[in-house]
């Protein structure tokens, strides 16, 4: 099994403060991003653009894959 299989990455936006899960209609820059993966590793960033949490959530999974992520780390 891949990495990008094991690893499914949550995508969650800002509103007001408050951490929403993001649905379909969420588009635009007015937003304020993190993602959490399945696997408890989170970017905690508290509304980030979408293009850093894309480049963390790739990053991570880039870890993951080549084995770079440890159990207690993940």
């Known amino acids: 099994m891949s990495a990008r299989s094991e690893h ?6 800002y509103l007001d403060g408050e951490r929403i899960q993001r ?7 007015d937003w304020g991003w993190d993602a959490v993966c399945s696997c408890g590793w989170e970017t905690r960033t508290g509304g980030a653009i979408q293009q850093r949490i894309r480049d963390d959530v790739y990053w991570h999974r880039w870890e993951a894959e080549h084995g770079y992520l440890d159990e207690e780390a993940s």
């Not at 499914?8 to 936006?13: D, E, L, M, P």
């Not at 649905?23 to 820059?29: F, L, S, V, Y």
């Open 8 to 13: 499914r990455v949550r995508w969650y936006a």
């Open 23 to 29: 649905t379909a209609r969420m588009n635009g820059a």
